[in-house]
């Protein structure tokens, strides 16, 4: 598949930041020529606001289904009298049904990557595949049994699912230990194992809240990132997904680990964890910040554009400093940050890159007057704005229609699934 991409504004998030204006041509799943272009191609997209796909580095992509059930409780009551329950009644079809409504909803908002953690994520990998989606797919390992299997079964399991999919040109295994409080150090201490035969990304939920971090300082004598680091998975392929009560040390630590924090403000404030993730303290310490959605039963919403906003605006407020967490920032935690760390090829605009690449409509009213552009995609895009979206080189969606995917059959298959997920 080719691809020319014509009289557009181009958000490069190259080594200078440079905003340029021209044509782009893609062929064999890169970006083969940035200039002036005359050329013919199997899709020509114009008139454009283009930058690289956004890179959402933690989400659970099924719980999409459980979207707006149990809003506004407690954490503890949300988990025990709606999560739990209904997760314990997970089926391969159901996670059949929301991943494809997830990645849906992934794709039309702008997201050309996801770093997934969740139950049957061989069913997520595959969903990935057929519809095109770029995915790091974190198979989860718990001290006890999941909805797909036995307890004893999920470490050797995980091992063939790496196996499968080691090789795959959009699917990247990752191996995922929910938490120091779902996980015995035995259980990290295997799947240190793991990672150093397969040298994999380890995908770890920590110090979310603060009952977690004073539960495992009562139960190990550590904190939670302690704990990691105790048992060898704090690297520089470690995903810590929220960092929310995290110390100035542990800030140290994590930099010079090399370890990435994924920063999920919109689920955290949801939730009212009380927590914030430091990204003024992390981007002094240069550590790797990247950002996330987490689950839409969290969110509710997938959409990175939302995220990006919350993220930069939670900590103007918070430290009463308008100049914190500005506006590159923010993009560069969505795009080049997360991409340079996962070792992908993408994450700017440039001859040679990976084209995960997203349009937006320019003459859409939010994103008028032009002032400046890079404001305008933190502060007033969203999702709704994107028109096109590239994968892998592949146009997944084409001003605004989906190429390939029965959207009725989705929303038709997603409905029935949550029905019988929720049902007393």
Known sequence: MSVLIKNSVIITQNDKREIIEGDIYIEGGVIVEIGKISTEADFVIKDK?????????HTHVPM?????????????????????????????????????????????????ACNDMYFFEDTIARVAREMGMRCYAGFSILDFDTPEMKKDMLIPESEKFIKKWQNDELITPVIAPHATYTCSPETLEEVKEIQNKYDVFVHIHCSETRKE???????????????????????????????????????????????????????NMKLATG??????????????????????????????????????????HHRWDAQVVNAQETIDMATINAAEFLGLNAGSIEEGKIA??????????????????????????????????????????FDREFLGIDIDRIYEDAEKAKEEIIAE
């Not at 606001?49 to 580095?57: A, E, K, Q, T, V």
């Not at 960092?243 to 100035?248: L, P, R, S, V, Y």
């Not at 987490?294 to 969110?299: E, F, I, M």
Request: with cysteine; charged share 20%; net charge negative.
């Open 49 to 57: 606001l283009i930058m690289p796909g956004l890179i959402n580095m």
């Open 356 to 397: 995960d690449i997203i349009a937006l409509d320019m003459k859409s009213p939010n994103l008028q007057p032009r002032n400046n552009l890079i404001s305008h995609i933190v502060y007033a895009a969203s999702g709704m704005n994107v028109s096109d979206v590239i994968i892998n080189g592949r146009i997944v969606m």
């Open 275 to 316: 927590g914030y993730t430091p990204l003024p303290e992390l981007f002094e310490a240069g550590a790797v910040v990247t950002l996330g959605t987490d689950g839409a039963a969290s969110n509710n919403k997938l959409d990175m554009f939302e995220t990006m906003k919350f993220a930069s605006l939670i900590h103007k």
């Open 64 to 112: 999409v289904l459980l979207r707006g059930y149990g809003d506004d409780l407690p954490l503890d009551e949300w988990l025990t009298t709606r999560i739990w329950p209904a997760e314990a009644k997970l089926k391969k079809e159901y996670i059949e049904a929301g991943t494809k409504l997830a990645f849906l909803e992934m794709i039309s908002t702008g997201t050309t």
């Open 213 to 267: 971090v004073y539960d495992i300082m009562n139960r190990y004598g550590a904190r939670p990132l302690e704990q990691i680091d105790k048992h060898g998975l704090l690297g520089d392929k470690t995903i810590l997904a929220h960092c929310g009560w995290i110390t100035k040390e542990e800030v140290k630590k994590i930099a010079e680990r090399g370890g990435a924090v994924v920063h999920n403000p919109v689920s």
